[in-house]
């Protein structure tokens, strides 16, 4: 039997959006503005994609919050943009992240990162959480070319490291990227962070959790490992 | 020579959303929430349309709407949503769109409006303002089962149309519209509403104008009429 693999999302799964909130009220945003970027930056991505088109994460953020702020009435020139963009290497861990990852560990799963981010900052915030031991690898659609919710990059994903994708488990936050694993043909838990209700044309998770151990859980109880 | 088309895009570049703007703020939810809700249903639509599965606007909406306002901690039971939804059939259009279309009208193209939305709402809202003897054909994608900005769908149409693509004109407030059309081959026109800058990653719109009308001219132009 191979070794099960979890595949995390990262951003708002495991690590909050917080000082992306704080920079943007600063600015006199206050909330839903960071909400609304992080909606507009994936629905402009996703409508790339469409196309064809591939650009990553931090490119599209850019000219997404240009957008937003322009529209606001706000500056958006560049050292405002880069000030506000690079609250995202320095998002916190949610406070059940290391408890979850640990379980995972002494269980004897694979811990994949798999992030619409990229890898490199990806890789300074686990740090930053003093969380890189708990972490197996970091995967970016960068590798791929293939923004989540595509479901060839699952696909890819779990050739990569050779696991069947009935046996791999993706964990999110949100239901897009749930659907996208379901549609890819693995099992996916979705953990109930920013959003309370699980939308319900997309397709249902394997089990639905409230904290991140408690989702782990559920994943290992799926793999046979608990 | 073909009579030159002009695809009109129906939400925001039409009509206004104020309506619905109005009824979240009845609900403590003030801006920019309904941009904030607009934003995550058209995310959800293109994560969807990712995975090839396809589900109308109105299912869509409703569903992501419940996400917003539980994720606000709204009430989002079955009244509360419809009556929210409903604005959707009272969107007033903006001022310059009477005279835009009898415009295009006088120049001899044919006018079309191509929706995400559903083409009996689109043709209530069109006959509520009196514009229905400016308009030549509603189309929804619905009768594709293919959202905006899949560039099949905008192919389609100008098949449907026996148009050339490169004769026939998108006009659109939206970037990621203008991009699908761009990607298909076809001609777009950018118009200033909501947003004040094109995201850059974004394909070029042929024109960038201020107003409806403006556009109309740019189209015209292009098209050899004016």
Redesign the interface.
Known sequence: MSQPVLLFDVIETLFSLQPLRDRMAEEGLGE??A??FF??L???A????????F?PFP??A???L??VL???GKA?DAPQVKRLLSSFSELPAHPDVAPALAQARSAGVKIILLTNGSADNTRQLVAREGLSALVDGIVSIDEHSV?K???TLYQAVCKQFNTPQAETTVIAAH??DV??AR?AGLRAVWVER?????????SAPSGEARTLPEAVSMALIRSGRH
């Open positions: 839903p503005y909400d609304l909606a507009q994936l629905r402009d996703f409508a790339l994609s469409a196309t064809g088109v650009h490119a599209i850019a000219g997404t240009k957008v322009s529209s606001a958006a923004w919710p595509q479901p239901a897009w659907h996208g549609q920013q959003d309370h209700y699980f939308h319900e044309l997309m």
